[in-house]
């Protein structure tokens, strides 16, 4: 905002006159339940966009489960969107969305409080979700994205202090 009551807006790629800006009201690593639920409190609409929209989440997956039934394939949301059931593609196994809510809320529990200066507790974080969690699911990426900070940098894993098996992990 400038101080003639102007707003800039600078972009990272050509914009194509009369298209639509769209900006992130959430952190991107959170679920879609996770996302639309902070959209439904602080700003009183569900988002269309196309990420919200897609069951797949244009390729990201953010929101997948492993397949609790199969093991094999994911649970993804329903082509109604994310207050549909929730299925496999690969067996057809189908969870509520109620259930999948209830799951959903546990894990953001994870993710929004673990200490983000703890290589272990963010190493047991990995070790016990990512059997549960497709790789993509946002406790992971955002777990390792912090592991990957704090290796190098965090005392007694600074990079004169770290093993092998950190470096390897980093």
């Known amino acids: 905002f400038k101080s003639d009551q102007r707003l800039e807006v600078?972009?990272?790629?050509?914009?194509?006159?009369?298209?639509?800006?769209?900006?992130?009201?959430?952190?991107?690593f959170y679920t879609v339940i996770a996302r639309n639920t902070i959209l439904q409190r602080g700003k009183?609409?569900?988002?269309?966009?196309?990420?919200?929209?897609?069951?797949?989440?244009?390729?990201?997956?953010?929101?997948?489960?492993?397949?609790?039934?199969?093991?094999?394939?994911?649970?993804?949301?329903?082509e109604g969107g994310h207050t549909d059931s929730?299925?496999?593609?690969?067996?057809?196994?189908?969870m509520s969305c109620d259930q999948y809510s209830a799951m959903d809320a546990q894990l953001l529990a994870v993710q929004t409080r673990f200490d983000k200066g703890d290589v272990e507790e963010m190493k047991m974080?990995?070790?016990?979700?990512?059997?549960?969690?497709?790789?993509?699911?946002?406790?992971?990426?955002?777990?390792?994205q912090h592991l990957a900070a704090a290796l190098g940098r965090v005392d007694g894993y600074r990079y004169d202090q770290m093993s092998q098996e950190d470096m390897d992990l980093k």
């Not at 974080?125 to 390792?144: A, C, Q, V």
Request: net charge positive.
């Open 125 to 144: 974080i990995l070790s016990s979700y990512s059997p549960k969690l497709t790789e993509n699911h946002g406790l992971i990426l955002e777990t390792k």
């Open 10 to 28: 600078r972009a990272s790629v050509a914009i194509k006159k009369g298209a639509s800006l769209l900006i992130s009201y959430t952190p991107p």
């Open 86 to 94: 929730w299925g496999c593609a690969g067996c057809g196994h189908q």
């Open 44 to 78: 009183q609409f569900t988002c269309a966009c196309a990420r919200c929209s897609d069951p797949q989440e244009m390729g990201l997956r953010v929101s997948s489960i492993k397949c609790t039934n199969c093991e094999e394939g994911a649970l993804t949301q329903g």
